[in-house]
């Protein structure tokens, strides 16, 4: 199970740290995702984070540069740090769990989602 914390509403140029809870299970050998979706529009992703032995991180363009993506194996947790927010950055963001140590910015390989976190920026 993965459940999403930290969103909230952020005026434009702020920050906010999501994260992400892991429980069930350890997924420390899972690469983890964010990904994020407006209505009327398919998921899209933001960053990935390979499994803890690489902790290698890849990064949407639409976010780089701006998000970074991290996880602490010891607390089964990953978060995603959120600097310089733009209106368009508003959705509802997903934390997900690939069994591909890599991980994708595909959504198709994911096998875990948690249920979501609005974050609304305002201009």
């Known amino acids: 199970q993965l459940v999403e914390s930290g969103g909230g509403l952020v005026q434009a140029g702020g920050s906010l740290r999501l994260s992400c809870a892991a429980s069930?299970?350890?997924?420390?050998?899972?690469?983890m995702g964010w990904f994020r979706q407006v209505p009327g529009k398919e998921r899209e992703f933001v960053a990935v984070?390979?499994?803890?032995?690489?902790?290698?991180?890849f990064y949407g363009d639409s976010v780089k540069g701006r998000f970074t993506i991290s996880r602490d194996n010891a607390k089964n947790t990953v978060a995603l740090q959120m600097n310089s927010l733009k209106p368009e950055d508003t959705a509802v963001y997903y934390c997900?769990?690939?069994?591909?140590?890599?991980?994708?910015?595909?959504?198709?390989?994911?096998?875990?989602w948690g249920q979501g976190t609005q974050v609304t920026v305002s201009s």
């Open positions: 997900a769990a690939s069994g591909d140590r890599v991980g994708s910015w595909r959504t198709l390989r994911y096998d875990y």
């Open positions: 069930g299970r350890t997924f420390s050998s899972y690469a």
């Open positions: 984070i390979s499994w803890s032995g690489i902790s290698t991180t």
